[in-house]
């Protein structure tokens, strides 16, 4: 029901936009979240938004330089990456839940039933 897109090759400090798109209907109940794992690294979070966009949380590693957003009406979620760093590159999934609280389950990936297959992400020097 998520399909990930955007990912491609970019150089560090470059800029890059990835959408998750929603074939469900329940995209606009759900709150959503974006995941990434690096190689022999375990999966780690990148970013959460609440089912209207009006919270937010990011991990320290991209906050500043990375935005969660949505699009309700046309069931996008969308993570804006701006200054990125070799250390970025990752597959990235898009996963959603009916309701996360409190934060400490919103950055937990296993508190999330919905996921994406994941489309990767590499920050060149």
């Known amino acids: 029901q998520l399909v990930e897109s955007g990912g491609r090759l970019v150089q560090a400090g470059g800029s890059l936009r990835l959408s998750c798109r929603s074939s469900g209907s329940l995209f606009s109940n759900h709150d959503m979240g974006w995941f990434r794992q690096a190689p022999g690294k375990e999966r780690e979070f990148v970013a959460y938004?609440?089912?209207?966009?009006?919270?937010?949380l990011y991990a320290d590693s991209v906050k500043g330089r990375f935005t969660i957003s949505r699009d309700n009406a046309i069931e996008i979620l969308y993570l804006t990456m701006d200054r990125v760093k070799p250390e970025d590159t990752a597959i990235y999934y898009c996963?959603?839940?009916?309701?996360?609280?409190?934060?400490?389950?919103?950055?937990?990936?296993?508190?999330?039933?919905?996921w994406g297959q994941g489309t990767q992400v590499t920050v060149s020097l």
């Open positions: 938004t609440n089912w209207n966009g009006g919270i937010t």
């Open positions: 996963a959603g839940v009916r309701r996360l609280y409190p934060d400490s389950d919103r950055v937990d990936p296993t508190k999330y039933d919905y």
